[in-house]
């Protein structure tokens, strides 16, 4: 609970619950109080407030690591 994520333009943020296609995985397209993320498997963007991604997030895959996930 008291891990401190570093959320950067690019990366890619796995969150508890899946999208309805299924997909676990988001890319952050905005960071600030308020997020924009796509969603990996269908491409739909939301957008949503920094405390449910801090509280939802299980993993996070920095841009320049993408090729090692």
């Given at each position: 609970m008291d891990q401190r994520w570093n959320?950067?333009?690019g990366d890619i943020v796995k969150l508890k619950k899946p999208h309805p296609c299924g997909s676990h995985e988001w890319e952050i397209l905005r960071v600030g109080?308020?997020?924009?993320?796509k969603c990996m498997g269908?491409?739909?963007q939301v957008m949503t407030e920094r405390k449910m991604v801090e509280k939802n997030a299980r993993g996070l895959t920095k841009a320049g690591n993408a090729?090692?996930?």
């Open positions: 959320f950067e333009v109080a308020d997020f924009r993320l269908c491409g739909h090729e090692n996930a």
